[in-house]
């Protein structure tokens, strides 16, 4: 998180505040977060402002004379805004980036300091921050299956990897796999045409459906509750929780930093997807089905 829908609202709410303004200043609060050297802060300051993008689950400021400002947020990065000179808040601020029109607040809620910003000079410079993820909204249902077969990942992850598609991540990853109805871990390369034209669909809907609501929940003021959980959502963060299609407790693997939510009825046939941790430690005794489970 932030995702695709998220950064889109982020864009349009920045572009509304800051075209044409000019960067006047700089404030960088934490030693973690400047990632490059070159160019100097100093040879972006005074420059105006001509647009924001995104670049996977990047945001790109574009200055004039082809400088950039890179933001990645990461999980817990967010971006304030304020029509008053700000400085960096104290407890979690990262940077403040003064603007003739206002102040943008980097901050982030984490003391791992996993977001970045990247002073960028040069087109050329800026693709190779291009981790190379296909658009999916872009894409047609040919070149999505073409590179979703590309790669023999599970469907989580090849959604997820930015190399492979641009902009999804954990929280929009779920909701798309059970709108396509089909198993978080199954292989990317064995999909069939069927399976895959779901997914496709899936995709698009599911990101062009959050776009809209995150811009109806803004109503036209900067985004302040950006989160991986809504209540809208129908599988990201709904454990145990009945699922709106079928009625069945959502259910949910949790693996490294990520977790994978899905409906064991519209997705798996019925079956439990074993979780590594709680599998080893029921052994013989971890239900195999949605009825063993419900029969616990």
């Known amino acids: 998180m932030p995702e695709l829908p998220d950064l889109t609202v982020y864009v349009e709410a920045l572009d509304e505040r800051l075209q044409g303004s000019e960067l006047q200043g700089m404030t960088i609060a934490s030693p973690f977060l400047l990632r490059t050297v070159t ?3 100093d040879d972006l300051v005074g420059r105006i402002y001509l647009g924001c993008s995104r670049l ?13 400002m890179v933001i990645h947020l990461m999980i817990s990065g967010r971006l304030q805004w304020s029509q008053t000179a700000k400085s ?24 791992k300091k996993r977001a970045s910003l990247r002073l960028v000079h040069g087109r050329e410079s800026l693709a190779a921050l291009n981790p190379g993820g296909l658009e999916v909204l872009d894409a047609d249902e040919a070149a999505f299956v073409e590179r979703l077969r590309s790669v023999n990942h599970t469907l989580k992850r090849a959604l997820t990897d930015q190399r492979i598609f641009a902009g999804i991540g954990n929280a929009y ?29 899936a995709c698009q809907d599911v990101l062009l459906e959050w776009v809209t609501l995150l811009r109806g929940k803004a109503a036209g ?11 809208e959502m129908v599988a990201h963060g709904k454990y145990k929780q009945p699922c709106l ?36 430690l029921l052994k013989d005794n971890w239900p195999k089905r949605l009825e063993d489970l419900e029969n616990l």
């Open 39 to 41: 160019p100097a802060v």
């Open 56 to 68: 996977a689950k990047q945001l790109v400021f574009e200055l004039e004379g082809e400088y950039f």
């Open 221 to 231: 003021k900067f985004p302040t509750k950006v989160t991986a959980f809504h209540d």
């Open 173 to 201: 990853s779920d909701e798309i796999l059970l709108r396509a109805q089909l198993s978080p871990f199954k292989q990317s390369a064995k999909i069939t045409d069927a399976e895959a034209a779901r997914l496709f669909t």
């Open 245 to 280: 299609v079928c009625g069945a407790p959502i259910q949910r693997i949790v693996y490294a930093e990520n977790e994978a939510n899905y409906c064991a009825k519209c997705q798996t046939e019925g079956r439990l997807l074993a979780d590594r941790s709680l599998s080893k």
């Open 88 to 111: 960096p808040p104290k407890r979690n601020g990262l940077a403040a980036f003064h603007f003739s029109t206002g102040t943008v607040l980097f901050t982030e809620a984490s003391k």
